[in-house]
């Protein structure tokens, strides 16, 4: 299967939903589901994601896993600093991330939604990851295996 447009010359090879361009180094998948778009492109060193169901990006985060204290650390680069939702999107990311660090563009439409409706987007997103980094040769979990996710302590706003 070819793509028309920009990047015609990738070749992609579709799994269920999956899409993995190769074009050599890196590599990367997109997949798109309850309509979140998720790109990842690995690199040596870390994994860049962007998650997007504007079509744009709203704020840019670097997280990764602190082996001292055996925690996610989240430091948001670009947007709302003090977004609780952001935080946790980062450090459920970075949970899946198999070690790597990340650095993650997203914008998602949370406005007006409750907060169960908010952590089930979260879910979706967080899902769409993990099977996309999983490795190969894994078996994929069942659709249980992510992790229920609390609210982010403190006021919501």
Not at 18 to 34: C, I, N, Q, W, Y
Not at 94 to 108: D, E, I, N, Q, Y
Request: glycine share 8%.
């Amino acid at each position: 299967m070819m793509v028309d447009g920009p990047g015609a010359d990738l070749a992609v090879v579709a799994k269920g939903d999956k899409v993995a361009h190769r074009d050599g180094f890196p590599e990367v998948l997109s997949v798109a589901r309850a309509g979140v778009e998720l790109i990842v492109t690995q690199f040596a060193d870390r994994w860049v994601v962007y998650v997007s169901e504007l079509a744009k990006v709203g704020a840019i985060l670097e997280c990764h896993k602190d082996d001292r204290v055996n925690t996610y650390t989240v430091e948001v680069l670009l947007g709302d600093r003090e977004d609780q939702w952001s935080r946790l999107l980062g450090r459920q990311l970075a949970s899946k991330s198999r070690g790597k660090p990340l650095v993650v563009m997203f914008s998602l439409d949370l406005r007006g939604l409750e907060d169960a409706e908010i952590m089930a987007k979260l879910r979706v997103v967080i899902g769409m990851f993990a099977d996309l980094v999983r490795p190969s040769d894994a078996a994929a979990p069942a659709a249980s295996a992510v992790p229920p996710l609390a609210p982010p302590p403190g006021p919501i706003a």
